[in-house]
């Protein structure tokens, strides 16, 4: 049994005040998520991710299509009892302190006394909430708020959880702590579908993808046949370049870049052999800082997949 | 039951957490108190203005309270999407409907309470400063307890307008539902006018209208009995237990209406 299942699933929303006209959204997304996947849901800006995972909680009725989730349609309470929910930029109530709030959560799902008390205070420990949740959470910064709505759709133990950008406003010790986060919700079978503008992070955590642009799919699929993890090229970081030697090789390069503190950066096509590039500089007077090979990135893919997309959509 | 308990006891804790609610309390303290110094100043009526100001009192500040803390409830929640997370929890909506109106309920009752306590302790120490010869004029004794009786219709008033607040918070924006409570609220104190618009402006469709609203709109005069407990004149117990109904009915009809409209909408 898939864990999230949409078909056709679309969303309309009327603009416009004086003449509201219908703008879609999202256009029929039909996806499936397999139990214990962590799924990345990606897309710019506007693309409607959003839109789906609000479909996906029963924020928002669809216009058209349908949506499951453990085999139950949206908003069955059963369902509830066992998913979790990041909005994006969470907000909370500003009177309650961090544990009154998550206390609150916990009850609703059910637990009572000092078992929902255990949990909270397990949950809060896990996001790196310390002292500060008897704090009111008017008085939390955007980061802490974060790590709160991170904290709120874990205190059920869910089987599947559902996180609208949980990357975001975090600093770099908070994204990793996400990162680990998740990969152990992933070790203990948990589902996790999540969106993200952070595509490093989608690299290393997802074992599948999906793109979406204005609204409709346009790629989705393991990473490992995404990227064929094809050689690109290298890319070589010297010093001590000399300008005829800079001359020298700069057709046979794509590019050479000048770093800070008379470094540059040099790119190789595929084809050029790095010993031979290397010795020859060498041989000039150059010193090589680094060299690393360059392969398709999740970036790239996203940049195609999007670009194509948008270029079919304006007809160019 | 137990997720509508736990969601209005929410909303009871964050509200005895604001500010607001108490600055209104302590206001409306100020002016029972002030009623005092201001019965002074006029022989023999003292008793009567005493009673009145603070009766007056009770409803204005409750009835702010009930508007500021009723649009809180639902139209800030879906504004700044506070509700997104609580909706996604195994609670259905109308659950969170009632959960938010009760805790406001029970917000109110205890706000008005406070207030009633100090106006008791006002009543006392006057009772007990004035001497007997005084007292003799007056129409009711101080300490009367027909003024809970008239406390009580203040309450069932405002949880009525509490009702309104909540109905029209579930489809519009803050500063809206506000605005328009508080327009039904005036408007249900002066509907008698309504019934009667013939004798004011005698065209027939302006009339049709002004009857057509004037069964629409709560009927808030019943609730106000102030006048007569002050004076002394006697209130019926069937009265005071039709109005009780009256309320009853109407709030029941707000929340079915509140709970149809909220779980239709999109949360955006
Ligand atoms: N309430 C609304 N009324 C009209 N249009 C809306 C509404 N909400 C969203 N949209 C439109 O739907 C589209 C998808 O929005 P959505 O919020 O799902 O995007 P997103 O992929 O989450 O973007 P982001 O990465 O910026 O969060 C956007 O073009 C947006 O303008
Ligand atoms: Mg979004």
């Known amino acids: 049994m898939a864990a ?38 990606l897309g710019p800006n506007g693309a409607g991710k959003s839109t789906t995972l609000k479909l996906l909680m029963q924020l928002l009725y669809p216009t058209g299509g349908t949506a499951r989730i453990l085999g139950r349609p949206v908003g069955d309470r059963s369902v509830k009892q066992r998913t979790g929910f990041l909005p994006e930029n969470p907000y909370f109530y500003d009177h309650l302190t961090a544990e009154e709030l998550l206390s609150y959560f916990a009850r609703l799902f059910g637990l009572r006394g000092a078992d929902a008390r255990r949990r909270v205070s397990s949950v809060l420990d896990d996001v790196g909430i310390g002292s500060e949740r008897r704090l009111r959470l008017r ?42 986060i998740m990969l152990r919700l992933r070790d203990r079978g948990c589902t996790v579908f999540f969106s993200s503008h952070i595509l490093s992070d989608a690299e290393a955590l997802c074992s599948r993808v999906a793109i979406l642009a204005q609204g409709r799919l346009v790629a989705s699929g393991h990473l490992s046949e995404i990227l064929a993890f094809e050689l690109r090229g290298w ?38 052999s790095p010993d031979r590039f290397l010795h020859e500089l060498g041989s000039r007077g150059a010193q090589v800082v680094s060299l690393n090979p360059l392969r398709e990135t999740l970036e790239d893919y996203f940049v195609q997949s999007v670009g194509a997309a948008e270029s079919r959509q304006t007809g160019l | 039951m137990r997720s509508i308990a736990l969601v209005a006891q929410a909303v009871f804790k964050e509200s005895v957490r604001d500010r607001v609610p108490y600055s209104m309390v302590a206001f409306a303290v100020l002016i029972i108190a002030a009623s005092y110094l201001i019965s002074q100043l006029t022989a023999g009526q003292d008793m009567k203005i005493l009673k009145d100001l603070g009766l007056a009192a009770i ?32 609670l259905s909506r109308s659950q969170f409907i009632l959960g938010k109106y009760f805790g406001l309920a029970l917000t109110l009752v205890v706000n008005l309470s406070v207030m009633t306590l100090a106006f008791y302790a006002v009543l006392l120490y006057v009772d007990l400063t004035t001497d007997a010869l005084l007292k003799a004029a007056w129409p009711a004794p101080a300490l009367d307890p027909r003024l809970v009786i008239a406390v009580v219709l203040i309450v069932a008033e405002l949880m009525l307008v509490t009702a309104i607040a909540l109905f029209f918070s579930t489809f519009s924006s803050p500063l809206l539902s506000a605005l328009l409570t508080l327009g039904v609220w005036v408007a249900g104190h002066f509907n008698a006018d309504l019934r009667n618009f013939e004798a004011v402006l005698d065209v027939r469709p302006v009339a049709l209208l002004a009857r057509a609203v004037y069964y629409l709109l709560p009927n808030l005069a019943p609730f106000n ?44």
């Open chain 2, 225 to 268: 009995i102030r006048a007569e407990v002050v004076h002394g004149v006697p209130v019926p117990a069937s009265q005071v237990a039709l109005t009780l109904a009256y309320a009853a009915v109407y709030i029941t009809i707000l929340l079915l209406g509140a709970i149809a409209v909220f779980r239709r909408r999109d949360f955006k």
């Open chain 1, 235 to 272: 890319e070589l970081v010297v010093s001590h370049l000399s300008d005829e030697a800079r001359a020298a090789i700069a057709p046979r390069v794509r590019s050479i870049t000048a770093l800070a503190r008379g470094r540059f950066t040099i790119e190789l096509p595929a084809e050029e």
């Open chain 1, 4 to 41: 999230i299942e949409t078909e056709d699933l679309s969303k309309d929303f009327l603009v416009g005040f004086w003449r509201p006209r219908p703008y879609r959204a999202l256009d029929r997304l039909t996806l499936s998520v397999g139990e214990g996947e962590v799924f990345g849901f």
């Open chain 2, 59 to 90: 409803a204005v500040f409750g009835l702010l309270i009930a508007v500021f803390i009723g649009i809180n409830l639902v139209s800030k929640e879906v504004e700044r999407r506070s509700v997104f997370a609580v909706l996604a929890k195994p």
């Open chain 1, 139 to 180: 008085q939390y910064s955007k980061g802490m708020i974060q790590r709160v709505g991170l904290a709120q759709a874990l205190l059920n133990e869910p089987d599947v959880v559902f996180l609208d950008e949980p990357m975001s406003g975090l600093d770099p010790l908070g994204r990793r702590h996400v990162r680990q």
